[in-house]
């Protein structure tokens, strides 16, 4: 049995139409099959509309990564996983200065 190839790239901003529509199916898939994984729920997911999608893939503040199946010729291939690397964060100046009051961060 042959051993499967990897690859990880970043979903590019803008989205393109065919990224998004994986995207979301992996998503919606995962939160079916491993609902105890997330903070999330399925039935919370998939009313979201086309465009709380994509926002929640351009956003300034967060790179989402796809590690797929490489095929023979190089191409990527099934999506089978995403990781989101979030920062330094969305959040307004003022809500920001509240956790910083408190001390959460400090060293």
Known sequence: MAMSTYTLFPIEHPVSPSQ?????????ASLQVDPQAFSSTYAREVAFSEDFWRQRLESPFKQTLVASVLEDAGE???????????GPS?????ILALFSEAGVGAN
């Open 90 to 94: 969305d959040m307004p100046p003022s």
């Open 20 to 28: 998004l529509a994986a995207y979301k199916t992996l998503r919606l």
């Open 76 to 86: 990527t291939g099934e999506w089978i996983g995403t990781a989101s690397i979030v």
